[in-house]
């Protein structure tokens, strides 16, 4: 069983920094594109920034400048470097990942699917 648990959340005051981690873990064969959402109340989850198994970059426009996505293929983890907060970067933020997994030895065993964390709350105050 895959899954995907992040870290680093917390409040931090309007200017400041915050890293925020998600690790995958379990039957893993591969990981392909790694990525950050947002979810603002009453709002709709956003994609942040992605990256590709390769190193290609993506981010908002809302991020961009402010914000750098990275990984540790061996570590299964993705990082996102968030400096130059603003209060309007409120919001629970999620890993997603496409996972290669697998559930036994046979070509059949394995499978493509998309994971989802639990989320981790960034507070930034004004």
């Known amino acids: 069983q895959v899954q995907l648990v992040e870290s680093g959340g917390g409040l931090v005051q309007a200017g400041g920094s915050l890293r925020l981690s998600c690790a995958a873990s379990?039957?893993?064969?591969?990981?392909?594109?790694m990525a950050w959402y947002r979810q603002a109340p009453g709002k709709q989850r956003d994609v942040v920034a992605a990256?590709?198994?390769?190193?290609?970059?993506s981010y908002s426009d809302s991020v961009k400048g402010r914000f750098t996505i990275s990984r540790d293929n061996a570590k299964n983890t993705v990082y996102l470097q968030m400096n130059s907060l603003k209060p309007e970067d409120t919001a629970v933020y999620y890993c997603?990942?496409?996972?290669?997994?697998?559930?036994?030895?046979?070509?059949?065993?394995?499978?493509?699917?998309?994971?989802w964390g639990k989320g981790t709350l960034v507070t930034v105050s004004s």
């Open positions: 997603n990942a496409a996972i290669k997994g697998y559930s036994g030895p046979a070509p059949r065993d394995y499978y493509r699917t998309d994971y």
């Open positions: 990256i590709t198994s390769g190193g290609s970059t």
């Open positions: 379990g039957s893993i064969f591969d990981i392909n594109t």
